[in-house]
Structures are given as structure tokens and as C-alpha cells.
């Protein structure tokens, strides 16, 4: 029996994915720390390892784990990266024994994209679809620029066809999914099948190419800075995973003009930090926010609770090519205090700052509120802003609100994120209380 095994990388909103079938295996698109797919092999030996296209958000492990285990690194025709590999053409089946791949060339997310197609005994059984066709959505066509989006996105419509005509009970395995930043509009689950799809999938029911591009492309939301560089190193060969250890360093011996990223609570951060350091509490987002608002030219230092804060924080920045860290400084708190707020209400008056997503505030926003996405800020508050006056930070969970009240404090402003309450709750809050 077929067994394919999905992998969650919940901070990039990625699935990678390990089939085995009859004492062989088959690595469909896994990130750079691969070894923790190759544990699951019990015994088979892996064939192939299948990238269904050269990757925005993050840096592959299909090069290094071909190489560890000796299996066939396959990669679209098109993509002609600078390393050794077996090309994927179009409806050219790779056999072995019971077991086939077919790749169906899918272009639309990028250009040379291929989802593979698994056929056992002659019978398709599962689908591996990439950012072609997602649960719910299918993958963006812009993140090549806009110039090229309207190419892709009409590549895309087509793509999305050849997928929907294969059998109804064929399993489908996408890459890109719910979280992720290259779903054109919000994934639904993990997995899905073709019949349901087709069934329910606002993608799949334009009645024409026109008004699903014009869908496409319309209401696209920001993306990480990093992604621009990480089609380049996953072109020219991803290296291999780097140490998740760094150099622990003291508090006194930092330059002042050196990048803090402080990854401790947003508590912790309030009860005293380094001056202009940026607050971005871990959890699975780390890395991406990290990659999005830090400069990735400038090594910088973290600041952890401890050893295992520490080793996460190195495996995220891996993911997505951060490589180079000038050290670590565990559990110290610098000199400088500030607020964080645990309410279910703001002062009256007082202003709330939205930081959520262009897309989160279309849905939902309120005339009393200013609104400025959390990567805005880089450059500042917004001009409505009263800087003398307290700002009071909300989002949707309290963790974009951490990170944007660190940015905001850069420009001198006394921000407070609010960690337990949303936008809707102050402002139901605020309406209740006026009663």
C-alpha cells in the first residue's frame, strides 16, 4: 500500500512530503534541514527526490539530500539550475519497477514549474502539485514581478485545467498551503483530492481565462524582502545546512551600531532591552519576519532565553539562506524598559495603531483606528500619527503588535502592543463601554 507522509514547516506554510511504496521512497520538495525526512525511511531506499520548482521562500534540501543518500535529484526541464540533476519533460514517466513519475509541466507560479504525478501499478494515485493548484487557492503568479504577472497568471489558468482533469480520487499534495505567503488568496487545508477541488476550489470556477486572471492578480498582498534572493541560491546549488551553533557573546561587548534582534517575549523585551533593538518574539513566524524587516546584508546579534531559543532561531534563519550571525546573548536584559499591555481595553482617546495586513483590514476596519502593516513601519509612523502621544499597537494576536511597537520606539515614539486583545476586541470593547 502507498504511504505518503506530510511535513509541516508551519512558519513558511509548506508541506514536504515522503511517499514509500513497496520498499522504495520519493522526497517531494523538502527544505534545507532534510534529515528529518530521511528518519521516517524505516528501511527503504529513497529513489528520487522531486522539486516541483526553484523555490521563493526558502532554501532547498533536494540537492543535499540527493547527494547524502545517493537518490536522483529531478527538477523541471526549465529550470536548468548550475548543478548536476535529471531534467523533468513533460509526460516523460521516471520508472522504477511498480512505481512511476510522471512530471506535468504547470507553469504559472513560476515558469518552469512541474507537478509530478505518482502512478502505481498503472494506476495514478496521488498528485504533488507544488504551488500550482493549492487547497482552496492555487500559488500567485507575481512573485516575479509585475511585469511578468499577467504571462504567469494566464499559464497558471491553463495549469490549473490539466490538474483538474485527472481522475477525481487522485490525492493532491500541494507544497504551498495555508500561512504560506505564495497562495494567491487564503489556502484552505493541507490536502486535498482532485474531485474536491473541482468541486469547491474558487480557482477552478472562472468561466474563462480572463476572469480568472483578473481574480488573480487582484487584491495581491506584500511579501517577504527575502524572497528575492532566494531563487538565486537555490539556481546556483543550495549549500548545505550550517551550524546551528554561534558564538555566545556579553552585552558589553556589542557595537552599538550592530543589528539587535531580541527573540524573547514581548514581556521579557518590556522589562529591559538594548537600545533600538527589534522585538520579534519566536514562534514559527521568526524567521520570516526576520528575513522580511532585518538587512540582510548587515550580520546581526540575537538575544535569546537560552540555549534551545537560541538553536530554533538558527534553524529558522537557515531555512531561508541567513547563514551568517555575529553570535548570541542568552538570557541578559539591556538597559532600556518599556510597556506592554495585557488589557482588554485602551484608555479613551487614545490611539490605536492597526498593524494587521492590507487583506485583514479590507475585511474589518474602523474609522477610530490608523492602520500601517507591520513592514511599513521601517520607514516610520504613519503621517496621522500624533508622535508625542502613546500609541496603543493591536493586531490580530498580539505578536505583530510586539514586533511593531519595537519599530515604532526606533522612531522615539512611547508604542504599546496590546498582546491579548485584536482590533475587534478593543474597538467591541470601546463600543460596549460607550453603552
Partial sequence: ?????????????????????????????????????????????????????????????????????????????????????TPAFHGEDLVDGPLAIRPLHTPGHTPEHTSYLLVVEGRPEA??????????????????GMQRAESLARLQYRSLRRLASLPAETGLYPT????????????????STIG??????PALAHPDEDS??????????PYPRYYARMGGINLAGPPPMPSLVAKRLEPDAIDPSTPVIDARSADDYASGHFPGSLNIPMSHQFGTWFGWLVPLDEPA???????????????QLARIGIDEILGVIVGEAGPV??????????????????VRSPGEHAVFSAPETFHAYVPDLLDGPPSEIDQAE??????????????????????????????????????????????
Avoid at 480568472?212 to 498582498?221: G, S, T
Wanted: aromatic letters at 6%.
Fill in 1 to 85: 500500500m502507498i504511504e505518503v507522509l506530510s511535513f509541516r514547516t508551519e512558519g513558511l506554510g509548506d508541506s514536504s512530503y515522503l511517499v514509500k511504496y513497496d520498499g522504495r521512497a520519493v522526497l517531494v520538495d523538502p527544505q534545507r534541514d532534510f534529515e528529518r525526512f530521511l528518519d521516517h525511511l524505516a528501511g527503504a531506499e529513497l529513489r528520487w527526490v522531486l522539486e516541483t520548482h526553484l523555490h521563493n521562500d526558502y532554501v532547498s534540501g533536494g540537492l543535499s539530500a540527493a547527494r547524502v543518500t545517493g537518490a536522483e535529484l529531478v527538477l523541471p526541464a526549465s529550470a536548468a539550475p548550475a548543478f548536476r540533476h
Fill in 127 to 144: 498528485v504533488f502539485s507544488g504551488g500550482s493548484l493549492l487547497v482552496g487557492s492555487a500559488g500567485r503568479s507575481d512573485l516575479l
Fill in 176 to 191: 504551498h498551503g495555508a500561512g504560506s505567503f505564495c497562495t494567491a488568496s487564503a489556502a484552505g487545508g493541507h490536502t
Fill in 196 to 201: 474536491a477541488e473541482v468541486g469547491s476550489n
Fill in 212 to 221: 480568472f486572471v483578473a481574480a488573480h492578480l487582484e487584491d495581491l498582498q
Fill in 301 to 315: 546579534v540575537l538575544v535569546v532565553s537560552d540555549a534551545d531559543q537560541a538553536r530554533e532561531a538558527l534553524l
Fill in 337 to 354: 524598559a518599556s510597556r506592554t499591555s495585557r488589557v482588554w481595553e485602551v484608555p479613551e482617546g487614545a490611539q490605536i495603531l492597526d
Fill in 390 to 435: 502613546p500609541v496603543y499597537v493591536a493586531c490580530a494576536s498580539g505578536y505583530r503588535s510586539a514586533i511593531a511597537a519595537s519599530l515604532l520606539r526606533r522612531h522615539g515614539i512611547d508604542a504599546i502592543p496590546v498582546l491579548e486583545a485584536s482590533v475587534t476586541d478593543l474597538l467591541n470593547r470601546r463600543h460596549d463601554s460607550a453603552v
